[in-house]
């Protein structure tokens, strides 16, 4: 979507790429309005420089409609947004807005993605001016852009940070470092006219740093191909299984589905919720449903973040029969340990066994 | 040039394997807490046509007071997500299916490498650099 939404700005005096602006314009702002301001507005400098100082107003106009047009496209989704917003002001917190986008650039700023990256910026900007004095032909292509961001690939693989966070800007890595790579490569292969021996020399060196970046890359490609063919089997399937009396083993969901239920639990109530369509009173809710008359049909206290003691009170009352399973009451669902490609089924657990408790019938 | 062909070869072997790779097992494991989020969600939408945390009869509360207490409707992330969800489940009468509910997510993903792969072939880049960063890339997925 970020690179649609980039390249069709380089082409937008063409229709096809007018519509492409509109529609990736329109997804973005959907998928990641952070990432969609900071681009528009790069975007919006960019043109008032073509316009002011390369006289290039023939962008403008095209440039100028397709803002308005998508302005107009979004408004809905922006109203809607802004209502609830408007309802955290009034209980005097943040705009929901506000601490969405301070979340999200939280997120990016970890492990100083966002400080490194500005530093490297300013850097290469310096450096550049000083020493080039400012090509102002590169200036108006899209493919400069991966040259303008030559460090992106060194800020994207560092740190340790769970990849989910940053994995939407992912498809703009694999573009500017491909990018960047060629040019690399280029300008070796233009001194020594020999481009294949370059190609196969950078192999090594490309791996090496890919090892230096990710010390586990070789060991997740492993892992990688263990995921492909092997089933995992975590706490979620065990509650969905253990209450709708099916054996052990996954979770099937064209035939769990239990709306009568009422099912009280600590974590991943939306997981089970998924499954079983049942009533629910996760952790929020049951503060409230305590002074309700009717009993959950199942308690499932989970472990996590030793929270398993929190319905002592309702299941030694008597009523609740204890099952103790063959599962595992792992923190997160498959999950041993969030990583990518670490996927696991973990049967030892003497100590976290995933227990539920059903009400005896009278 | 033969090493070029032999390059694009593996270019498209590498997205052979990889986007097979993908979707092979991806319903193989249950939804962890925050794709039932995004399941739950979706179904409020089919039920709605909005994001909302009460069903009807239960609320999910997984980020505290950001829904508006008259409609129930959540603002906790970005939308599109949630609309994506409801439509694999709108496809599949309702029923949350990891495979299914996770396809479109998977299918978009392997758009944006097509995508980049286009672009890079577009800007004149070597077929060599794409296969290496196809092997990078599909290992994030």
Redesign the interface.
Known sequence: ?T??FI?SYFNLTKRINQILFLVFGF?L?????PGFFAIYLSLSIHVIVRVILFKQKNIFAPFLICSLLLGFLLLP?FI??N???I??DE?G?NT?YLQ?MIGFFYDLNYHAYLKISYLSLSIILLVTLVKYKFNISKFLLF?TIPNNHRLYPAVISLGRHN?RYV?LL??VG??L???F??VM?SQFSRLNKNT?LF?FLS?PV?LSL?FLSHPD?YS??KL?KE??????I?P??GI?NTITETPYG??N??VSARPKLLITTN?????????LG?????R??FGIYKYGTRKPDWIIPRHYEGQFGIYDYLTSSGDYEKIVTNYCDTE????YSVK??Y?KTVTDCPDRKLVLYKLKKL | ML?NRIYWSLTILLLLIFGV?LF??LG??????D???T??LG?SILQFG?PSVFDG??????V??????ENF?????????H?TAALALKLNDG????FIVRFPFALIALS??L??VV??FK?K??P???V??DI??F??L
Do not use: C
Request: charged fraction near 15%; aromatic fraction near 22%.
């Open positions: 979507m690179i649609g390249y997804l702002y959907n998928a990641f309005y989704v809607y947004t209502e609830i917003s309802l955290f209980q917190q929901a969405n493919k990849p994995s992912f498809p694999f573009f470092v491909s990018y790579w060629n490569i294949i190609q192999i490309f890919i890359y997740q490609l990688y995921e492909l063919s092997s089933t995992f975590g979620v399937d969905v996954r979770a969901p064209y974590v991943e109530s939306e997981a089970i919720y998924a499954y049942s009533q629910f009173l996760d929020e809710s997160f669902q498959q999950f990518i490609h996927f | 090493v790779g092979k097992n193989n494991t249950a939804f962890w807490g794709e039932g989020e399941v739950q179904k909005y009869r239960s609320t999910f509360i997984f505290a007071d950001r829904f508006n207490k409707a959540v603002y906790n992330s970005p939308l599109l997500q609309y029923i949350a299916d990891p944006g490498i995508a980049s672009l890079l800007q880049v070597p060599f650099i794409i290496r960063q990078m890339h290992t994030y």
